[in-house]
């Protein structure tokens, strides 16, 4: 019983920054990882960046190393995505997502709990 609530998307020019934010609801995520996946239309979700919750480790996608970084905030159970130069090919729908028991933090299928999704569109 995990509810996750995204926001912080919007329409933005190349080589500018949003700031998405996912709050979580339902539980204690100590043992959790929680990540953002991106789907553009007509492509399969795919992993964007991860973090665990009880050390703070942090994962990224090749494509957005050294523009993205996500972040925690323990107290408001909230996860963040700090994206910087943003480019036409991260327009996509941005998702967050939760698991308790993710053996590969970039598998789409090992996350169990998702949040509603939030629209990201760059435009050049």
């Known amino acids: 019983q995990v509810q996750l609530v995204e926001s912080g998307g919007g329409l933005v020019q190349a080589g500018g920054s949003l700031r998405l934010s996912c709050a979580a609801s339902?539980?204690?995520?100590?043992?959790?990882?929680m990540a953002w996946f991106r789907q553009a239309p007509g492509k399969e979700r795919e992993f964007v960046a991860a973090?665990?919750?009880?050390?703070?480790?942090?994962y990224y996608a090749d494509s957005v190393k050294g523009r993205f970084t996500i972040s925690r905030d323990i107290a408001k159970i909230t996860a963040y995505l700090e994206m910087n130069s943003l480019k036409p090919e991260d327009t996509a729908v941005y998702y967050c997502?939760?698991?308790?028991?993710?053996?590969?933090?970039?598998?789409?299928?090992?996350?169990?709990?998702w949040g509603q999704g939030t629209q990201v569109t760059v435009s050049s």
């Open positions: 973090i665990t919750w009880n050390t703070g480790n942090t």
């Open positions: 997502a939760a698991t308790p028991t993710a053996t590969s933090l970039i598998d789409v299928s090992k996350y169990d709990y």
């Open positions: 339902g539980r204690t995520f100590v043992r959790y990882a």
